[in-house]
């Protein structure tokens, strides 16, 4: 779970904090404080979105029959 949740953070994280960044320029938040304030508040929302996507993974990978 832990390795599969690793990777998907990677990709999720980048793309949401990147979201958070543009989020908060087209606020108006263009100086330093609000571009890392965004993006730290993508990364910290990243983190219960990754793991819900690799619980339903697993699930659904536990679900098949090889």
Avoid: H
């Amino acid at each position: 779970m832990w390795q599969l949740a690793s990777f998907l953070n990677i990709i999720i994280g980048t793309t949401l904090a990147g979201t958070g960044v543009i989020a908060a320029l087209v606020m108006g938040f263009d100086d330093m404080t609000g571009v890392l304030a965004g993006a730290a508040l993508g990364f910290v929302v990243s983190l219960p979105v990754t793991w819900l996507i690799a619980r339903q993974i697993l699930s659904l990978r536990r679900g098949q029959k090889n």
